[in-house]
């Protein structure tokens, strides 16, 4: 692809899982992708280009997610056709333990937050006048989580997501009138390098009775960034297997 045709796409949390997948996806249809991760770029990583199109920042850190967006702006030529709100973390006690709304420390549900929901915003309303002029996409990642108690999700991840998923409508709303559509994608219990110990038995009861691989999840992304779903904005798609039914 012609560079100056070139799409460009910025996705916070790359590192692993969905993330990684989803570089791959929009790599393979020729898009340049703009990664954000908390970790330094590895070498490992398949796709070339990478270590010079990847920004390593903490999204816990307020200071940080707002200094990264003059870093992604020095590396667009003034506009931005997708931003992929990926990064989230989920915290747990020890031995795994499902943290609660009982036993989470204040200072564990400002992190969560700052990463699973504050940095989306931010990012977005950094990025507002390069999404407007590409008439871009933004998807934010929330989780089957944010509708239900889960056995493994803590609480403050799962509350997070709750208000990722509101936050979605309401970008919807904002930035319909610039171009921009914002949606949602809302992932269920998804193979990735850690799961958590219980999976297999919801996995057992679920209607497609198999756990979701990440390049569905990332082919979802890449169809809500396309001209596919030129008409689709303030959506959530559930990508689960029917878990939410």
């Known amino acids: ?104 420390d204040l200072r564990v549900w400002g992190q969560v937050f700052h990463v699973n929901f504050f940095a989306s915003v931010v990012l977005a309303r950094g990025l507002k006048d390069e999404l407007t002029a590409a008439k871009g996409a933004v998807v934010n990642i929330t989780s089957i989580a944010g509708s239900r108690v889960h056995p493994f999700a803590g609480s403050a991840y799962a509350t997070s997501k709750a208000a990722l998923s509101a936050l979605t409508r309401e970008m919807a709303n904002d930035f319909g009138p610039l171009g921009v559509r914002v949606n949602s994608v809302a992932p269920g219990e998804v193979e990735t390098d850690i799961l958590s110990e219980g999976t297999e038995k919801i996995v057992r009861v679920l209607p497609l009775r198999r756990l979701g691989q990440t390049k569905e999840v990332a082919d979802t992304i890449y169809y809500l960034c396309s001209e596919q779903s030129s008409y689709v904005s303030g959506a959530e798609i559930e990508v689960n297997g029917g878990q939410h039914v």
């Open 1 to 104: 692809m012609n560079k100056v045709d070139q799409k460009i796409v910025v996705l916070t949390g790359a590192s692993r899982g969905i993330g990684h997948a989803t570089v791959k996806r929009f790599g393979a249809e020729g898009w340049r992708v703009i990664t954000c991760s908390r970790n330094a770029f590895d070498d490992r990583c398949p796709w070339p280009g990478g270590e010079q199109n990847h920004i390593q920042v903490d999204l816990a850190d307020p200071k940080q997610t707002i200094a990264a967006i003059d870093q992604i702006k020095d590396r667009l030529d003034g506009k931005l056709h997708a931003l992929i709100n990926n990064a989230g973390i989920s915290p747990k006690a020890t031995g795994g333990k499902r943290l609660s709304t009982l036993d989470t």
